[in-house]
C-alpha cells in the first residue's frame, strides 16, 4: 500500500470552469481517507486527477514515492470503485471479479485463487455464479468491490459507491468496506457529499468547498471545532446554531442576552460568531436561573431524541437536542440554557475560526 500526497492541484476545464482551485491533501498509507463536500466542490475531479482520468492544470500528485502526473491510469496501481456498478452484464459475477487479472495475463490459478478470496471477503460464495441482472444493487456494489481489490492496488479510490442502494443496504456496505479496509490495511481515499457516512467512516475527513480544502481533520475535530462558518454549517444535523456574539462582563453575549462561557484567546473588538451545537443547549421551564426566555416554534421528536426549535427574545431561533424524556409543547413559554463548555468562535468576517 502507499500514501498519496498531492500538493497545489489546480484544475480548470476547457470550457473555462475551474473545478479545483488550490488542493493540497496528504493521504497516509493505510488510511481511510474522506473528502467530503457539496455536490460541485471538486471532490469527484480531484479523485479522477489521481486516477489519471484527468490531467491537472497544474500541481502533483505522488503515490507512495512516486510522482504520477505523467503515468496513465493502467499504470498507476490503484483501484476505482464508482457509484455505477460498471459491471460487464454478460459476464456471471465470478468472471467479473476475474476479469482485471485476467486482461493481465495472470495464470488461471493464481485468478482462482484471489477471486476466491475475494469472494471470501466480501461473503459473495453463492452469488458468484450469476449475472449481474440476477443480482440486487448491494450485491453488484459487492461484486464490484471484489474486481477492485482482486488487483492488490496501492490504493482504493472510491466515488459515491454507495448512492445507489437503499438505506439498509448502505449501512451493511458501510461497515462492509470499513472491514475490509481495516482488514487489508488498505489506503482509501472515499468521497461522499453524505456527512453521517464521512463520519461513521473516515479515520480523517477533508472538507472541501469551493475547490479548496476548508479542514482536515479526524472526525471528532470537524465536528467539535470546524475550522470555518463553512464547516460549522456543514457538519452535523441539525448542524451548530451559529449565534452572534459579543464579549461583554466576562462572557459572550447572544441574542436575548443569553451567555456562553468565553474560550481561551478571543479577540477584542471584532464582530464575532460562537457555534453552538444544538447538544450543548437545553431548554428549561420559563425563568430557569441562567436561562434567556423564549418560545417553543417546533418539536421534532426523533424517539431516541427531540429536536426543539425556540424562538428567543431577540427573535432569533435557536436548535436544541434534548431526551426524549423533555416535554415542552409547542407554543409553550420556555427558557434556554447553555450547558456546554465554551463554544468555537469565529470572526464574522474572515468566516475563521479564531478561539
Ligand atoms: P458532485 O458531488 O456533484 O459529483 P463534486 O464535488 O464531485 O460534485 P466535480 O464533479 O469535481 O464536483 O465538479 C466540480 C466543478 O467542475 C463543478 O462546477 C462541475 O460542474 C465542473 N465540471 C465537472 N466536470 C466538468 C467537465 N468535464 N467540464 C466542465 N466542467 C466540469
Same mark, same amino acid.
Given at each position: 500500500?502507499?500514501?498519496?500526497?498531492?500538493?497545489?492541484?489546480?484544475?480548470?476545464?476547457?470550457?473555462?470552469?475551474?473545478?479545483?482551485?488550490?488542493?493540497?491533501?496528504?493521504?497516509?498509507?493505510?488510511?481511510?481517507?474522506?473528502?467530503?463536500?457539496?455536490?460541485?466542490?471538486?471532490?469527484?475531479?480531484?479523485?479522477?486527477?489521481?486516477?489519471?482520468?484527468?490531467?491537472?492544470?497544474?500541481?502533483?500528485?505522488?503515490?507512495?514515492?512516486?510522482?504520477?502526473?505523467?503515468?496513465?491510469?493502467?499504470?498507476?496501481?490503484?483501484?476505482?470503485?464508482?457509484?455505477?456498478?460498471?459491471?460487464?452484464?454478460?459476464?456471471?459475477?465470478?468472471?467479473?471479479?476475474?476479469?482485471?487479472? !485476467?486482461?493481465?495475463?495472470?495464470?488461471?490459478?493464481?485468478?482462482?485463487?484471489?477471486?476466491?478470496?475475494?469472494? !471470501?471477503?466480501?461473503?459473495?460464495?453463492?452469488?458468484?455464479?450469476?449475472?449481474? /441482472?440476477?443480482?440486487?444493487?448491494?450485491? /453488484?456494489? !459487492?461484486?464490484?468491490?471484489?474486481? =477492485?481489490?482482486?488487483?492488490?492496488?496501492?490504493?482504493?479510490?472510491?466515488?459515491?459507491?454507495?448512492?445507489?442502494?437503499?438505506?439498509?443496504?448502505?449501512?451493511?456496505?458501510?461497515?462492509?468496506?470499513?472491514?475490509?479496509?481495516?482488514?487489508?490495511?488498505?489506503?482509501?481515499?472515499?468521497?461522499?457529499?453524505?456527512?453521517?457516512?464521512?463520519?461513521?467512516?473516515?479515520?480523517?475527513?477533508?472538507?472541501?468547498?469551493?475547490?479548496?480544502?476548508?479542514?482536515?481533520?479526524?472526525?471528532?475535530?470537524?465536528?467539535?471545532?470546524?475550522?470555518?462558518?463553512?464547516?460549522?454549517?456543514?457538519?452535523?444535523?441539525?448542524?451548530?446554531?451559529?449565534?452572534?456574539?459579543?464579549? =461583554?462582563?466576562?462572557?459572550?453575549?447572544?441574542?436575548?442576552?443569553?451567555?456562553?462561557?468565553?474560550?481561551?484567546?478571543?479577540?477584542?473588538?471584532?464582530?464575532?460568531?460562537?457555534?453552538?451545537?444544538?447538544?450543548?443547549?437545553?431548554?428549561?421551564?420559563?425563568?430557569?436561573?441562567?436561562?434567556?426566555?423564549?418560545?417553543?416554534?417546533?418539536?421534532?421528536?426523533?424517539?431516541?431524541?427531540?429536536?426543539?426549535?425556540?424562538?428567543?427574545?431577540?427573535?432569533?431561533?435557536?436548535?436544541?437536542?434534548?431526551?426524549?424524556?423533555?416535554?415542552?409543547?409547542?407554543?409553550?413559554?420556555?427558557?434556554?440554557?447553555?450547558?456546554?463548555?465554551?463554544?468555537?468562535?469565529?470572526?464574522?468576517?474572515?468566516?475563521?475560526?479564531?478561539?
Amino acid at each position: 500500500m502507499a500514501g498519496i500526497e498531492i500538493t497545489s492541484l489546480h484544475m480548470r476545464y476547457p470550457d473555462g470552469t475551474v473545478a479545483v482551485e488550490e488542493v493540497d491533501l496528504s493521504v497516509r498509507d493505510g488510511e481511510l481517507f474522506v473528502m467530503l463536500g457539496p455536490s460541485g466542490c471538486g471532490k469527484t475531479t480531484t479523485l479522477r486527477a489521481v486516477a489519471g482520468l484527468e490531467r491537472q492544470t497544474s500541481g502533483t500528485i505522488r503515490i507512495g514515492d512516486t510522482p504520477v502526473d505523467d503515468l496513465p491510469p493502467g499504470e498507476r496501481d490503484i483501484a476505482m470503485v464508482f457509484q455505477f456498478y460498471a459491471l460487464y452484464p454478460h459476464l456471471k459475477a465470478r468472471d467479473n471479479v476475474a476479469f482485471p487479472l !485476467r486482461a493481465e495475463g495472470l495464470p488461471e490459478a493464481e485468478v482462482r485463487r484471489r477471486v476466491e478470496d475475494a469472494a !471470501r471477503m466480501l461473503q459473495l460464495g453463492p452469488l458468484m455464479g450469476r449475472r449481474p /441482472q440476477r443480482l440486487s444493487g448491494g450485491e /453488484q456494489q !459487492r461484486v464490484a468491490l471484489a474486481r =477492485a481489490l482482486v488487483r492488490r492496488p496501492r490504493a482504493f479510490l472510491m466515488d459515491e459507491p454507495l448512492t445507489n442502494l437503499d438505506a439498509e443496504q448502505r449501512t451493511d456496505m458501510r461497515a462492509e468496506i470499513k472491514h475490509l479496509q481495516r482488514e487489508l490495511g488498505a489506503t482509501m481515499v472515499y468521497v461522499t457529499h453524505d456527512q453521517v457516512e464521512a463520519m461513521s467512516l473516515g479515520h480523517r475527513i477533508a472538507i472541501l468547498n469551493k475547490g479548496r480544502v476548508e479542514q482536515v481533520g479526524t472526525p471528532m475535530e470537524v465536528y467539535d471545532r470546524p475550522a470555518s462558518l463553512f464547516c460549522a454549517a456543514f457538519i452535523g444535523s441539525p448542524p451548530m446554531n451559529l449565534v452572534d456574539v459579543e464579549v =461583554a462582563d466576562g462572557a459572550l453575549r447572544g441574542p436575548g442576552g443569553i451567555a456562553l462561557p468565553v474560550p481561551y484567546g478571543v479577540p477584542d473588538g471584532r464582530p464575532l460568531v460562537a457555534g453552538v451545537r444544538p447538544e450543548a443547549l437545553e431548554v428549561t421551564a420559563p425563568g430557569t436561573d441562567g436561562a434567556v426566555r423564549g418560545r417553543v416554534v417546533s418539536v421534532e421528536a426523533l424517539g431516541d431524541e427531540t429536536i426543539y426549535v425556540v424562538e428567543c427574545e431577540g427573535e432569533h431561533d435557536v436548535r436544541v437536542r434534548m431526551p426524549p424524556t423533555a416535554r415542552f409543547a409547542a407554543d409553550a413559554p420556555v427558557g434556554v440554557r447553555h450547558v456546554g463548555g465554551p463554544p468555537p468562535v469565529y470572526d464574522r468576517d474572515t468566516e475563521r475560526l479564531v478561539a
